[in-house]
């Protein structure tokens, strides 16, 4: 039986860097985004061979339950759940929208994907683990530092839902811990990434370095060794945690 690594925003810069490094650690992978051609491609360059690359919109409950129960109709299971997926929206130029100009609808969209879909795909991993368990188990979520300092180039519906996400994730780990499943989350920093790039371009990364202590912006790799390490036996006596990826941005 192939046990998956199941990953969505698989395409992006940070979802890419985490595809690899599963792969490159040996872990089978179905990497999921909304981007077909996307995603293609990055399974394409994966080392090892059964890696899957499936369309996956995070926000459609019908589409989620489907993947599931297709994955392990075929006697295959999804152990591990990397959830990736993450949306931003700016103004033109990549401002900041002040919270009394944001329309409904993008507040709905932003927490569709961010939040309600890390929900989806949560529950559909506990409710497939608890028919039938896996061992070592892991579910890892994405918060920001923007949800732990308020952001600063980030709108606030990005950040609320990327705190809704901290809430989850303790609130899950309480309920399965008696499977032995962890479930945490990474925060990410500044990252050398997509979504910094609509803010920020990467020839002005020395205006913000000053404010890092490492004096870097962070790579989509480390974020990737941050989650490889959660998916590792020696992450397995933390559960409803969160590690900070920000090079020192933000230090409790």
């Known amino acids: 039986m192939t046990i998956y690594a199941l990953v969505t925003g698989a395409a992006g810069g940070i979802g890419r860097a985490i595809v690899q490094r599963l792969a490159n650690d040996g872990i089978p992978v179905i990497a999921t985004d909304s981007n077909e051609a996307g995603v293609a491609e990055v399974v394409a360059s994966l080392p090892g061979s059964g890696h899957k690359a499936l369309v996956l919109d995070v926000t459609d409950e019908a589409k989620v339950q489907k993947l599931f ?6 006697e295959a ?8 997926a993450g949306i931003l929206l700016l103004r033109n130029g990549g401002q900041r929208p002040p919270l009394t100009e944001i329309s409904l609808d993008e507040w709905d969209l932003t927490q ?14 506990l409710r497939a683990r608890t028919r039938e368990p896996v061992e070592g188990g892991r ?21 609320a839902s990327k705190s809704a996400v ?62 490889a390490f959660l998916m590792s036996k020696d ?18």
């Open 69 to 74: 129960n297709d994955v392990e109709a075929s």
């Open 77 to 84: 299971k999804i152990g591990i759940v990397v959830a990736a």
């Open 112 to 125: 569709r994907v961010n939040s309600t879909g890390t929900f989806l795909l949560l529950r559909e991993y």
């Open 139 to 159: 579910f890892v979520a994405f918060s920001s530092v923007a949800a732990q300092l308020g952001g600063y180039r980030s709108s606030s519906a990005y950040i």
């Open 166 to 227: 901290l809430g989850l994730v303790k609130a899950a780990a309480r309920e399965a811990a008696p499977m032995g499943i962890t479930i945490n989350a990474v925060a990410p920093g500044l990252i050398d990434a997509p979504m910094l790039h609509q803010s920020l371009d990467p020839e002005n990364y020395a205006s913000v370095t000053g404010n890092i202590p490492l004096q870097r912006v962070g790579s989509p790799e480390d974020v990737a060794g941050a989650v």
């Open 235 to 252: 992450a397995s006596y933390i559960t409803g945690s969160v590690i900070d990826v920000n090079g020192g941005y933000r230090m409790q």
